[in-house]
């Protein structure tokens, strides 16, 4: 084997014009692929991380009413639906999957929500000591909810970066009074969104589309909610997973948990807010056009492949000779065979591998004049890499049968 890989070395640089005009229809084809490949990953990253956020696994599971969000600011409260505990809180992070589970209770909009004269727009949460870890935010001033705060009924309040320079307009937040229908409010604290757990802005219309529109969050401790709204609204959960790629099964595993023990009523269920299934959507819609490129540059590797055949049969002809005289001294028929087959599967095998070169370097050329996303697969290369070797084997075989039925003593006579 390394004697055949050897002579097929010294007869691809015995021939290079050649030997590289052969090449190219693989090269070509090889990096068509490559560079399309790569566009496809980095796309679908891309996607992942403006819908999701780079890092950020949470998925939230709420009440959902007629195929809609259950609103309790706008619908009575459902019947039949149970208090989530910390012990069923605690046995949800159990699943598999979940590495977090929170609970907490939402308007996204809250009104008469003052400072001073200014009126605030934003969402307001009635959260546990949990929802900021699991949720993925950091403290950047202040403090956090503490568990006796909740014990307590201490009427403090979170504010987040939004909120707090929209509101506060560049007075600090901490310590300020903060008036939530009518009952004031502390603020204890200032948080902001994890950066791994944020959507990627990168335009204008990214911003619109994921951060535009937000006027900030507050957040208040859970046994505080009362105070404000109605005592026994259902509860939401927001559940970390282990991984993004996890948000779907673990949304699932928690919703079907809650829905088999904490409800009596069919009018109301949980589901998860599956952002990953969203993404995952948004990909294939993206990728389903690239997958026909693939296929048109394909056909590129056919015609390489027919070029490497017809080579292959130059070469078996300029060699009868050679040939016939290997085979007169002895050498058997398999010999012969594997040897040209060799040749040909180290020719298109080299054409694969610097075909993938050019497709990583024809990607980020693209990336750069385009302004897209590109990502390498490394498994993309190495199949690449293997596919051009099985058409070297595939289309060389004709050639090689040729060589190893040669007549020897024809074969030392032909001119």
């Not at 015995?14 to 070509?28: A, C, E």
């Not at 950020?56 to 599971?61: A, G, L, S």
């Not at 929500?113 to 200014?118: D, E, L, M």
């Not at 403090?156 to 939004?162: C, P």
């Given at each position: 084997?390394?004697?055949?890989?050897?002579?097929?070395?010294?007869?691809?640089?015995?021939?290079?014009?050649?030997?590289?005009?052969?090449?190219?229809?693989?090269?070509?084809?090889?990096?068509?692929?490559?560079?399309?490949?790569?566009?496809?990953?980095?796309?679908?990253?891309?996607?992942?991380?403006?819908?999701?956020?780079?890092?950020?696994?949470?998925?939230?599971?709420?009440?959902?009413?007629?195929?809609?969000?259950?609103?309790?600011?706008?619908?009575?409260?459902?019947?039949?639906?149970?208090?989530?505990?910390?012990?069923?809180?605690?046995?949800?992070?159990?699943?598999?999957?979940?590495?977090?589970?929170?609970?907490?209770?939402?308007?996204?909009?809250?009104?008469?929500?003052?400072?001073?004269?200014?009126?605030?727009?934003?969402?307001?949460?009635?959260?546990?000591?949990?929802?900021?870890?699991?949720?993925?935010?950091?403290?950047?001033?202040?403090?956090?909810?503490?568990?006796?705060?909740?014990?307590?009924?201490?009427?403090?309040?979170?504010?987040?970066?939004?909120?707090?320079?929209?509101?506060?307009?560049?007075?600090?937040?901490?310590?300020?009074?903060?008036?939530?229908?009518?009952?004031?409010?502390?603020?204890?604290?200032?948080?902001?969104?994890?950066?791994?757990?944020?959507?990627?802005?990168?335009?204008?219309?990214?911003?619109?589309?994921?951060?535009?529109?937000?006027?900030?969050?507050?957040?208040?401790?859970?046994?505080?909610?009362?105070?404000?709204?109605?005592?026994?609204?259902?509860?939401?959960?927001?559940?970390?997973?282990?991984?993004?790629?996890?948000?779907?099964?673990?949304?699932?595993?928690?919703?079907?948990?809650?829905?088999?023990?904490?409800?009596?009523?069919?009018?109301?269920?949980?589901?998860a807010n599956d952002l990953m299934q969203q993404a995952s959507d948004l990909q294939e819609l993206a990728?389903?056009?690239?997958?026909?490129?693939?296929?048109?540059?394909?056909?590129?590797?056919?015609?390489?492949?027919?070029?490497?055949?017809?080579?292959?049969?130059?070469?078996?002809?300029?060699?009868?000779?050679?040939?016939?005289?290997?085979?007169?001294?002895?050498?058997?028929?398999?010999?012969?065979?594997?040897?040209?087959?060799?040749?040909?599967?180290?020719?298109?095998?080299?054409?694969?591998?610097?075909?993938?070169?050019?497709?990583?370097?024809?990607?980020?050329?693209?990336?750069?004049?385009?302004?897209?996303?590109?990502?390498?697969?490394?498994?993309?290369?190495?199949?690449?890499?293997?596919?051009?070797t099985v058409i070297g084997l595939v289309f060389g075989l004709v050639p090689a049968v040729k060589a190893?039925?040669?007549?020897?003593?024809?074969?030392?006579?032909?001119?």
């Amino acid at each position: 084997m390394f004697e055949n890989i050897s002579l097929s070395f010294q007869g691809i640089w015995g021939h290079k014009m050649r030997s590289l005009l052969t090449m190219l229809g693989i090269i070509i084809g090889i990096a068509s692929i490559i560079s399309i490949v790569s566009t496809i990953k980095g796309t679908n990253e891309q996607i992942k991380q403006n819908l999701i956020g780079a890092g950020n696994n949470v998925v939230t599971v709420r009440l959902s009413q007629d195929d809609g969000d259950y609103e309790p600011a706008y619908s009575p409260l459902p019947q039949g639906v149970s208090v989530i505990t910390e012990e069923t809180r605690a046995s949800l992070e159990k699943l598999e999957n979940v590495e977090a589970v929170s609970l907490y209770r939402e308007r996204s909009w809250a009104e008469n929500v003052y400072f001073r004269n200014a009126a605030f727009s934003g969402a307001i949460l009635g959260v546990d000591r949990y929802y900021l870890d699991a949720a993925g935010y950091s403290v950047v001033a202040g403090r956090a909810i503490l568990q006796e705060d909740i014990d307590a009924c201490r009427k403090i309040v979170l504010v987040d970066v939004d909120a707090g320079s929209k509101l506060f307009q560049g007075e600090n937040p901490v310590g300020q009074t903060v008036e939530i229908k009518g009952e004031p409010f502390t603020v204890a604290g200032v948080v902001t969104k994890n950066a791994a757990a944020a959507p990627k802005i990168g335009s204008v219309a990214d911003y619109e589309m994921y951060a535009g529109s937000s006027a900030g969050k507050m957040f208040l401790p859970e046994s505080c909610w009362p105070i404000i709204y109605r005592f026994d609204e259902p509860q939401s959960v927001a559940v970390r997973a282990r991984s993004t790629d996890d948000m779907t099964k673990a949304g699932k595993a928690v919703a079907d948990r809650l829905n088999s023990e904490q409800l009596s009523d069919s009018a109301v269920r949980y589901a998860a807010n599956d952002l990953m299934q969203q993404a995952s959507d948004l990909q294939e819609l993206a990728s389903a056009a690239n997958r026909q490129l693939i296929w048109i540059a394909g056909i590129s590797l056919l015609v390489g492949g027919i070029g490497v055949m017809n080579i292959m049969m130059v070469s078996v002809t300029e060699r009868t000779k050679e040939i016939g005289l290997k085979k007169a001294i002895g050498a058997r028929r398999r010999r012969i065979l594997s040897q040209f087959l060799t040749e040909a599967a180290v020719l298109t095998g080299l054409g694969g591998f610097f075909g993938v070169l050019a497709g990583i370097g024809l990607a980020k050329l693209m990336s750069f004049i385009s302004e897209t996303p590109w990502a390498v697969s490394v498994p993309a290369c190495v199949i690449a890499v293997a596919f051009s070797t099985v058409i070297g084997l595939v289309f060389g075989l004709v050639p090689a049968v040729k060589a190893s039925k040669l007549n020897p003593i024809e074969a030392l006579n032909r001119e």
